[in-house]
């Protein structure tokens, strides 16, 4: 039964879209699916609207296949949707959505075929050079941008995606996208600083004639500080007003202090919005975490996209170490690569300091890096930390004492000894881990909250039935805790 009403339609879909995502997912419904806005029904087709190109392509390519599901649960295997494209602009500083020229806007998308849209450029008059200060132009501006912290070696995995893909897609279009200003926001060392630099370097890479720069928030601070002492404030505001991309890395530190310059920042802030220039910004937190900066600011920040960056997956650190040594030129068995993957697990500053401990205590002592070596050294790395025992973790030392590759426990096989190791992990991971029933599943094969209910149920029956699994079980977890 076809539904009349566009709005009850597309509210069904984010329903069972959230559902399906579950509440883990819950930060890749909102940014993704959150602000679609449904436009209109025309028989079995929902026309949507979302904020830009790049949203649109994201969705194309990681969700196409859950909206294609929705769309024909509530309208019928005929059932389709469309894209409108929307250009967000300002207008003194305040945001305003603008909807295309009506031939670009009704030139909807489908996500299936992929029809473009064409957009027609603003005309943009030219704006003064505002440099008042002597003998200084653009073609002299430091970036202060680092050469070794790039996209290329800015390893990607699920934990930066989004954040990674929004960067590229900035560099692209500086200032042009919905994601301005672009906020990255995580714990320490998880790579937020590597990426705006990265950012940055491509963004000058791709527009050379672009005025890139790199500050941090304390520099800034300082700077403004010494403006206001040497009475040139005026010069400092018009200098970064005249910035191109301006990258403003842990700007957490200006909480509870720095008053006038943050409201120095606001107005430059403003400024650079209003002219379409690129702003991105790093934060050890989300702007709604952010303590001490002044409400307008804060506001300014959620403006456009904010991406975090979470602790990389036991893949995502193996491809970093690799990564790492590939650039240094050395090689190094995957078995010391694995051991180092799978016991550091805070951060990518300490996996890559792990490494180079490593490297330091070979060469110093004049000693071939073997897998005993390894151990010995991040034993010692780690014995002052509790190490958190993590899902992949589990896997990983299942899959070794079953005699498996860890990878097997990914694919669909019903072999009694690939099931029985994933049975296992599961059963480890809800006992030792706080991880959700969901986030098991997901990990272990991409499985449902059932499925691990039922494989745990499963070991704690042989468990007291089977003297041999009894047995498996109790030196597993030995080696768990060891």
Same mark, same amino acid.
């Not at 202060?144 to 390893?155: G, I, K, R």
């Given at each position: ?46 026309? !949507? ?9 994201? /969705? ?9 599901? !929705? ?20 207008? #003194? ?18 996500? /299936? ?9 603003? #005309? ?45 897609? &900035? ?16 714990? &320490? ?55 191109? &991309? ?26 650079? +919005? ?68 799978? #016991? ?10 792990? /490494? ?9 002592? +004049? ?29 990983? !030392? ?25 049975? /296992? ?58």
């Amino acid at each position: 039964m076809i539904v009349e009403d566009y709005k009850k339609v597309w509210a069904n879909c984010l329903e069972i879209i959230k559902d399906t995502l579950g509440p883990e997912n819950r930060k890749a419904y909102e940014t993704w699916f959150v602000p679609i806005k449904p436009l209109q029904l025309e028989g079995t087709t929902l026309i !949507v609207q979302v904020p830009s190109h790049f949203f649109y392509e994201w /969705l194309d390519t990681h969700y196409i296949d859950l909206l294609r599901r !929705v769309i024909r649960m509530q309208l019928g295997t005929s059932g389709m949707l469309k894209y409108s494209v929307m250009m967000d602009q300002t207008i #003194n500083g305040d945001p305003i959505t603008t909807t295309l020229p009506s031939q670009a806007r009704n030139a909807v998308r489908n996500p /299936l075929t992929d029809i473009p849209v064409n957009i027609n450029k603003e #005309n943009t008059r030219a704006i003064p050079d505002p440099f008042i200060l002597p003998g200084l132009n653009k073609q002299r501006i430091n970036s202060q941008l680092s050469p070794n912290y790039t996209l290329e070696n800015f390893v990607e995995g699920d934990c930066n995606r989004l954040a990674r893909s929004a960067g590229y897609a &900035v560099a692209e279009k500086p200032g042009q996208t919905s994601f301005n200003p672009l906020l990255l926001h995580s714990n &320490v060392g998880l790579g937020k600083t590597h990426l705006a630099n990265a950012i940055g370097l491509k963004t000058k890479e791709m527009h050379p004639d672009k005025v890139v720069l790199y500050v941090t928030s304390e520099q800034f601070m300082a700077q403004y500080a010494q403006a206001g002492r040497d009475g040139t404030t005026n010069d400092f505001i018009r200098f970064y007003e005249q910035i191109d &991309v301006l990258i403003i890395d842990d700007i957490q530190f200006w909480s509870g202090k720095g008053q006038k310059t943050q409201e120095a920042f606001f107005h430059i802030f403003n400024h650079l +919005h209003q002219r379409g220039c690129q702003i991105i910004i790093t934060s050890d937190k989300a702007p709604g975490e952010l303590q001490g900066l002044e409400p307008r600011l804060i506001s300014r920040l959620k403006w456009g996209l904010n991406a975090d960056l979470q602790a990389p997956d036991v893949e995502t650190r193996k491809r970093i170490l690799r990564q790492k040594l590939q650039n240094d030129g050395i090689e190094m068995s995957d078995e010391v690569v694995e051991y180092i993957a799978y #016991n550091i697990n805070t951060n990518v500053r300490e996996l890559e300091g792990a /490494l180079i401990s490593l490297m330091a205590q070979s060469s110093l002592n +004049h000693k071939q890096i073997t897998l005993e070596l390894t151990k010995q050294m991040i034993d010692k790395y780690v014995q002052s930390n509790a190490r958190e025992i993590t899902i992949d973790y589990i896997q990983k !030392v299942v899959c070794d004492y079953l005699q498996l590759p860890v990878e097997t426990i990914q694919n669909t096989s019903r072999k009694r000894e690939i099931v029985q190791a994933r049975q /296992l992990s599961m059963y480890f991971a809800k006992k030792i881990t706080k991880s959700s029933l969901a986030v098991i599943g997901m990990q272990c094969g991409n499985k449902d909250h059932a499925t691990v209910l039922h494989a745990c149920k499963t070991i704690d029956n042989l468990r007291q039935t089977d003297r041999h699994m009894r047995a498996m079980v109790d030196e597993l977890e030995k080696k768990l805790k060891e």
